[in-house]
């Protein structure tokens, strides 16, 4: 006898094929975490404070040198400060903090206590104390700030006076007769001379010839800048008015000499001629 399969069947089979397919695939599939990825390697780097010769069999850190480990802790303990001891020491001593220091007020001064010594005689009108009469000072001036400032003032002025005097100080130079003359001065003061001797040859004092007065003496002339004479000045003298007056004549007859060079205005300002001039029968000479 044929069995007969029917509609529902077939479903019912079908649905628990595809139940069980699907049991299969969802329980058959897991799902796991990925593993985490390997984290980088690190290195521990210290800063040793000292050099050790020998290297150390294990090395707990990195460092630019040597060093031992010298601490008091079982297990590797990292550097903890930059700054290093003065004093490099094995052994760890305990340190006694400083006792603090208290300031003690300073005593004050007590008053000295004054004894007065009575006699039996001494009546209490006369145990009173006399009291000492103030002796009258002086008054003392006391400047004011004006006249201070004044005073300060004056000397100010006075020094600002000074520094301008000597500001205003030529500068001089000095010739006499005894002078060795760089070859940039010597030809001035050369000329100078001969100039004066002629001017004096032509101007001799005819007093003096006719009453026979002759004589030396010796005469500084200061010259200026253009050549001009500042002054002229007798140091020693002939002896005779006649022939000091003449001398000086002469000079000022001379003038003006021939200018300073450039040269020679960078040297000085004033130039002082000292010479001796000899008044004789032959005429006038200088020496």
Known sequence: ????????????????????????????????????????????????????????????????TNQKGSGTEQEKQELTTTHQAPVQNSQ???????????????????????????????RPAAQEEKKEKPVDKAPVKKESLMDRSLEIAS????????????????????VT???????DNAWYVQNWVSKVTRVGNLNYPPEARRAGIYG???????????????????LNSSGSKVLDDAAI???????????????????FDQLEIIRTWSFQRRGLSSG
Do not use: C, N, W
């Not at 340190?95 to 300073?106: A, H, I, L, N, S």
């Not at 007769?177 to 070859?183: F, H």
């Open 177 to 183: 007769a005894a002078s060795t003359l760089k070859s």
């Open 92 to 122: 760890v001593k305990p340190v006694q903090p400083r006792p603090v220091q208290q300031t003690q007020p300073e005593p004050k001064p007590r008053p000295e206590k004054q004894v007065v010594t009575t006699t039996a005689k001494s």
């Open 249 to 267: 004549r002469i000079v000022r007859l001379s003038a003006p000499f021939a200018p300073f060079s450039q040269k020679m205005r960078d040297q």
């Open 1 to 64: 006898m044929a069995v007969q399969v029917s509609d529902f069947d077939r479903f019912s089979f079908t649905f628990f094929m595809a139940l069980a397919l699907h049991a299969v695939i969802v329980l058959g599939i897991s799902f796991a975490p990925d593993d985490p990825a390997p984290a980088a390697e690190t290195l521990e780097i210290t800063l040793a404070q000292h050099d050790d010769k020998k290297a150390p069999d294990k090395a707990d850190f990195l460092a630019q």
């Open 155 to 174: 000397l100010e002025a006075r020094l600002d006076q000074q520094q301008r005097a000597y500001a205003r100080k030529p500068r001089i130079k000095r």
């Open 216 to 234: 030396s003496l010796r005469m500084v002339v200061v010259l200026q800048k253009d050549g001009s004479v500042k002054d002229v000045q007798i």
